[in-house]
């Protein structure tokens, strides 16, 4: 099975998730470097945004890490990295929109983002599951062999990889969406110019291969259970 067509195409996706988040991180080193109009930080494109929609019960955040950008619907927050939150480039400009972008599908009822938030619970729960089995595996002939056969085991592992794999492609559209908003508003706010609006589009492209990358791979490695299952019934 580790040598299965199947398997190796994992392996490769692996890879492919490796090479695309570098290429992110070094297109937005690039794009750092690249004023954006009127100096705005990506706090400011943010705030900005959020006012010229409407928004005023969304709070703007700076949280640690870097790209470690989101919004969180929860407590309805633009959460933005230092490099975001302070950067007056076009690279920080268009992750601001972006992130933004989210809170206005948020207000707006987008019903992608409701699915993906209903989701997350189960999303958590399923990771909890999933952990304790892997663990019971590298154990050894299973942790709890008597309660938990390793067919059941195994069926418990592709519903928690169903799980994730509907979680990884409604994702898609929510962040291809966001994108879209912020790309527009961009353009249209005058906050990027004919020269550097294309470079924001690039950004946030390569920032959406990620996750077609992730919801391949989650595909395949459902695929790859779901042979593991069959072919332990043969």
Request: glycine share 6%.
């Amino acid at each position: 099975m580790l040598t299965s067509p199947l398997f190796l195409i994992l392996i490769t996706f692996m890879l492919l998730s490796w090479v695309v988040s570098s290429r992110v991180k070094s297109k937005f080193r690039a794009y750092s470097k690249i004023p954006v109009n009127y100096g705005l930080t990506g706090r400011d494109v943010a705030e900005k945004m959020l006012r010229q929609n409407g928004l005023m019960n969304v709070q703007i955040v700076a949280v640690k890490g870097q790209l470690s950008d989101h919004y969180n619907p929860a407590n309805r927050t633009v959460n933005l990295s230092p490099e975001v939150y302070h950067g007056r480039s076009v690279a920080a400009a268009a992750v601001a929109a972006h992130e933004t972008g989210h809170a206005i599908q948020h207000a707006n009822s987008y019903a992608f983002l409701e699915f993906r938030s209903a989701l997350v619970p189960l999303q958590n729960i399923s990771a909890k599951v999933i952990n304790f089995i892997f663990i019971g595996m590298m154990l050894g002939s299973f942790m709890l062999p008597g309660i938990l056969p390793i067919e059941l085991a195994i069926q418990v592992i592709i519903a928690c990889y169903g799980i994730f794999t509907v979680f990884a492609f409604i994702t898609l559209p929510v962040e291809i969406d966001a994108s879209r908003r912020a790309l527009a508003w961009l353009n249209t706010a005058g906050i990027t110019t004919h020269e550097t609006h294309p470079k924001a589009k690039d950004a946030l492209k390569w920032a959406a291969y990620t996750y077609v990358v992730a919801a391949l791979s989650s595909l395949v490695t459902l695929l790859y259970w779901v042979m593991i299952l069959t072919g332990s019934r043969d």
